[in-house]
């Protein structure tokens, strides 16, 4: 199934976002991209969806977008709480 899905790229530091640490990331190169991936790895936090299987959904209220999104990601079992990359 094709979806749309709104979110954006979070890295956890002491049970918080933090989002100087993701501008960090995002300009660095080479070897210190390296190491704050290492550090500071990012996850993706999914909080709305826009399109699903074609049906463009931005005219549905947030509940029913959000019902949408939750059906998305039950297959994908509760998140980890540990970053990905």
Do not use: K, Q
């Amino acid at each position: 199934m094709v979806a749309h899905i709104n979110g954006e790229l979070v890295i956890w530091r002491d049970g918080r976002t933090d989002f100087g640490a993701v501008s960090s990331r995002a300009a660095a190169r080479g070897r210190r991209l390296a190491d704050l991936m290492r550090r500071y790895p990012a996850s993706f936090a999914a909080f709305d969806c826009l399109v699903i299987a074609g049906r463009d959904l931005r005219g549905c209220s947030y509940l029913e977008r959000r019902a949408a999104l939750l059906d998305i990601l039950e297959p994908l079992g509760p998140p980890s709480g540990r970053p990905t990359s």
